[in-house]
Each structure stands twice: as C-alpha cells, then as structure tokens.
C-alpha cells in the first residue's frame, strides 16, 4: 500500500482509538485518584501537559481548534484542589499513565499488539517534529514494557502527529478554527470544543477538502518510513485493534 492510501485509511482507526481514553469516566476518575485536576482539568493539564510547563496561551496556541477561553481557564500554575499535581508537565505523566491502562483494557487479549506497537513506534520516532511539539512531548513520554499499553500510548502518540499535520494545514490555509471545527462535526461538535458563539459558520467545502488533502500528504510523508508491505499491515492491524476495543 503506498504511503498516501495508508494516511488516508489510518486516519479514522488511529483518530479513534487514540481519543477513546479522553471520552472514558473511569480515566477521569483514575485522573482524580493520581491527582489531576477535576473534570475538563484532567483533559487540559493532562493532554497539553506534555508541552512541558509552558504559559497558558503555549498552550492555547496548540490546542488551536479549542475555544481559549476553555484551556485558559484550565491551565494554572497550581493545583487548587492541593492534590499533588502541581504542574502540567507533571500531569502529562499522569495522563500517559491513564492513557496506557485504559489501553491494556481496551486491547486485553488482541494478538496483534507487539506488532501495532512496532509499526506505529517507528513511524512516530522517525516523524520530524517541527512544528509539531505536542506530538514531541507525548513521543517521548516514558513507554510501557507490555506490548498493549504500548500499543495503545503509540496510538494515541500518532492521534497527536496527525492532529499537528492537521493544525498545520489550517494555519497554513488561513482557515477559521471553529470554521473547521463546525465543517467536520456540526455544532455539537463546536460545543464540546467549549464554543458558545458559532456566527462564524463552517468554513467552504472546497478549503475544507484542500485541508483534509495537506493533512494527508503530511501524513503519507510520516508513513515512508514502513515499506509498502507494512504499510498494509499497520491499516490492518490499527484497523481491527479499533473493532477489538468496541
């Protein structure tokens, strides 16, 4: 499979399964119980985190299809609930750690984790980094020693490369955030990204799809490193690791 089909058909699994963590009550009550922050706390300090204890609008600048409003009010210097976690960098760990243990659950007993984990860990260790230091910072996380915690974090690790290929088609575009935001998943897509005034509207069919294209061709440059035999193997693999965790 050459390098562009293989972007285009890892996209869903990879976008997928890598978010399916953050939409799970048990890692935010895990969250509580390592001491993140509550609620949309966990998400932001957690996921943004791995910039490494940066300013509040670092951290707006790369969540990027966020409202500002939702990170900022989420990204302190200090834990007001006094529960341990003090700092984001501290609480990007712990998010990597929820991360990998709900992905033991989620892979329990797929067989092809040692592999995913192969293919996804060279793809996202030979990845130029520009541009793309959120992607950085979860690269290069501690790994787990178990084939499906490290699946699954290197799942989530390619969820962040191709998000930072994607922000970077937008920038590049001069596209509205929210306008991409509204074109891809509607308004209730726009509220759960913390949006309230949505005059805007969706950005134009035609920049949308031109976006959706750079994105893959950034993707496919990431995929040259597997060969074509590889290439199919990890759709395959990414592919049916998806329906195992449904």
């Keep these: 499979m050459d390098s562009l ?53 670092t951290a707006v600048d790369a969540a990027f299809f966020w ?9 302190t210097p200090e834990d007001a609930s006094g529960s341990g976690v003090t700092s984001p960098s501290a609480a990007a760990v712990a998010y990597g750690q929820i991360c990998a243990e709900r992905g033991r659950e989620y892979l329990a007993g797929f067989e092809g984790a040692e592999r995913l984990a192969d293919l996804i860990g060279r793809v996202v260790d030979s990845a130029n980094d520009t541009d793309a230091a959120l992607f950085a910072g979860w690269r290069d996380l501690d790994r787990p020693s178990d084939a499906t ?3 699954y974090l290197l799942t989530q690790v390619a969820r962040e490369l191709r998000f930072c290929r994607h922000t ?5 575009a001069g596209a509205d955030p929210l306008g991409m935001v509204l074109a891809k998943g509607g308004e209730g897509n726009a509220a759960l990204f913390g949006w ?6 969706p950005i134009d ?3 949308h799809e031109a976006i959706e294209a750079a994105t893959d ?30």
């Design 217 to 246: 061709e950034a993707s496919a440059a990431d995929l040259a490193c597997l060969t074509d035999d590889e290439r199919s193997e990890l759709v395959e693999l990414v592919t049916a690791a998806l329906a195992h965790a449904a």
């Design 67 to 75: 409202n500002p409003e939702t990170i900022r009010s989420n990204w």
């Design 5 to 57: 089909t293989a972007a285009r058909e890892t996209a869903t699994p990879i976008g997928d399964l890598g978010a399916r963590f953050m939409l799970d009550g048990a890692a935010y009550a895990r969250g509580a119980e390592l001491g993140l922050p509550p609620g949309m706390g966990t998400y932001v300090r957690g996921r943004l985190g791995a910039l490494g204890d940066v300013d509040a609008e």
């Design 149 to 151: 915690g490290r699946a």
């Design 196 to 201: 309230t005034d949505l005059s805007p509207g």
């Design 205 to 207: 069919p035609e920049t």
């Design 168 to 172: 970077r088609a937008v920038r590049a």
